[in-house]
T-cell receptor, first 113, second 114 residues
Framework: TQLLEQSPQFLSIQEGENLTVYCNSS?????LQWYRQEPGEGPVLLVT?????EVKKLKRLTFQFGDARKDSSLHITAAQPGDTGLYLC?????????????FGTGTRLTIIP | DADVTQTPRNRITKTGKRIMLECSQT?????MYWYRQDPGLGLRLIYY???????NKGEISDGYSVSRQAQAKFSLSLESAIPNQTALYFC?????????????FGPGTRLTVL
């Protein structure tokens, strides 16, 4: 059972445009991570959000954790070709002990120059 | 730089063959993981280890086995490969001292079973 749904599955936009991708679940997560994966490489951690309603910015990328900690969004301003990649969210139900990550299905983003 | 490496990067094999994928890390992390990635299915956990000789099954462990004889190394074996094990395989590490289990991935092994 896939607990984290990401949308859209594919997104292709022109350089300079803004975009938002989503990560949704029916269950509550204690923390949520976003990764970016480029072709031929493994995922690389971008950010971890922990508190409901939290907003974190990483240059042109803005990450938000939903108030109820069931969903998250990633907004990119003025997209650049270097933003192209597979964006994965991953959630953790507990921050204690041996909790594993649950990964979403990913959004494949293509920025057209 | 501290890193996670995987060998081989690409492998083509035939049904029924035994295959071993190797993962090494210089990050000093105690936790290691094996995932497979299939189009549209994201990353699914095969096995994980929290310390040397500690082995735990993930959500899709059938047909796979692992070995953790040293902190820096975690190997994944397919005893008798089958075509539906064709996928991209990733090793990852994390540090148990960090609260949020952020993971660091290797570059992946692309495995094709004919």
């Amino acid at each position: 059972t896939q607990l984290l749904e990401q949308s859209p599955q594919f997104l292709s936009i022109q350089e300079g445009e803004n975009l938002t991708v989503y990560c949704n679940s029916s269950s509550v997560f204690s923390s949520l991570q976003w990764y970016r994966q480029e072709p031929g490489e493994g995922p690389v951690l971008l950010v971890t959000v922990v508190t409901g309603g939290e907003v974190k910015k990483l240059k042109r990328l803005t990450f938000q954790f939903g108030d109820a900690r069931k969903d998250s969004s990633l907004h990119i301003t003025a997209a650049q070709p270097g933003d192209t990649g597979l964006y994965l969210c991953a959630g953790q139900h507990s921050n204690f002990g041996n909790e594993k990550l649950t990964f979403g299905t990913g959004t494949r983003l293509t920025i057209i120059p | 730089d501290a890193d996670v490496t995987q060998t081989p990067r690409n492998r083509i094999t035939k049904t029924g063959k035994r295959i071993m994928l190797e993962c090494s890390q210089t990050k000093g992390h105690d936790r290691m993981y094996w995932y497979r990635q299939d189009p549209g299915l994201g990353l699914r956990l095969i096995y994980y280890s929290f310390d040397v000789k500690d082995i735990n099954k993930g959500e899709i462990s059938d047909g796979y086995s692992v070995s953790r004889q040293a902190q820096a190394k975690f190997s994944l074996s397919l005893e008798s490969a089958i075509p539906n094990q064709t996928a991209l395989y990733f090793c990852a590490t994390s540090d148990s001292l960090r609260v949020f289990n952020e993971q660091f991935f290797g570059p992946g092994t692309r495995l094709t079973v004919l």
